[in-house]
């Protein structure tokens, strides 16, 4: 299985901060890489799609990106409502698998 | 109103079995693939199960290969998720989640999740 680190798993920034979440793979994924947000008690929503496609209707402060196996996850200017939960996830081989998470919450 | 409704879930011993449904509405659920995911505070999400848009595709993680079963029914905008041989460790939130459009195997749409209890 296609093991997904995540770093940091959880981190404190203050409201206009920029915040950067890295996701590495075990092996080449190519671009099949997502991220998810979720808030207490909702499910996961869909942000990010083959590593750097922003979902219709998200935010352009989200994007991601991609260097080899590392990818990255960027709020360019954090908001209040920003403040959850980030997952990555690869779909390039089954089975399908999600990063540990990272808590992002307020400074 | 575009949207997936988990249901079924239950507190139940080990050994047991459940039947979990998720129905969608609002687009045409025949053109797409649709998974289940689970969710547990001590795991995070793991993937389930997977298939097709006409059913005839299907894979499961190892962790259920063999215990759990999916399938689909077009007429009814459902997907299911047959549960036998219920462990503790099956005990989770349950998502039914659907695959981006596109080619992209990404899950736009997301249940609010069914919870699955396993216990003694």
């Known amino acids: 299985d296609i093991q997904m680190t995540q770093s940091p798993s959880s981190l404190s920034a203050s409201v206009g901060d920029r915040v950067t979440i890295t996701c590495q793979a075990s092996?080449?994924?190519?671009?099949?890489l997502s991220w998810y947000q979720q808030k207490p008690g909702k499910a996961p929503k869909l942000l990010i799609y083959d590593a750097f496609n922003l979902e219709t209707g998200v935010p352009s402060t989200f994007s991601g990106s991609k260097s080899g196996t590392d990818f990255t996850f960027t709020i360019s200017s954090l908001q209040p409502e920003d403040l959850a939960t980030y997952y990555c996830?690869?779909?390039?081989?089954?089975?399908?698998?999600f990063g540990p998470g990272t808590k992002v919450d307020l400074k | 109103e575009v949207r997936l409704v988990e249901s079924g879930g239950d507190l139940l011993q080990p050994g047991g079995s459940l039947r979990l449904s998720c129905a969608a509405s609002g687009f045409t659920f025949s053109h797409y693939w649709m998974h289940w995911v689970r969710q547990t505070p001590g795991k995070g999400l793991l993937w389930v199960s997977r298939?097709?848009?006409?059913?005839?595709?299907?894979a499961y993680a190892d962790a259920v290969k063999g215990r759990f079963t999916i399938s689909r029914d077009n007429a009814k905008n459902t997907v299911y998720l047959q549960m036998n041989s219920l462990r503790a460790e099956d005990t989770a939130l349950y998502y039914c989640?659907?695959?981006?459009?596109?080619?992209?195997?990404?899950?736009?749409?997301w249940g609010q999740g069914t919870m699955v209890t396993v216990s003694s």
């Open positions: 996830q690869q779909y390039h081989y089954l089975p399908f698998t």
């Open positions: 989640a659907r695959v981006r459009s596109g080619n992209v195997d990404a899950f736009d749409m």
């Open positions: 092996q080449d994924i190519g671009h099949y």
């Open positions: 298939i097709n848009s006409d059913g005839s595709n299907i």
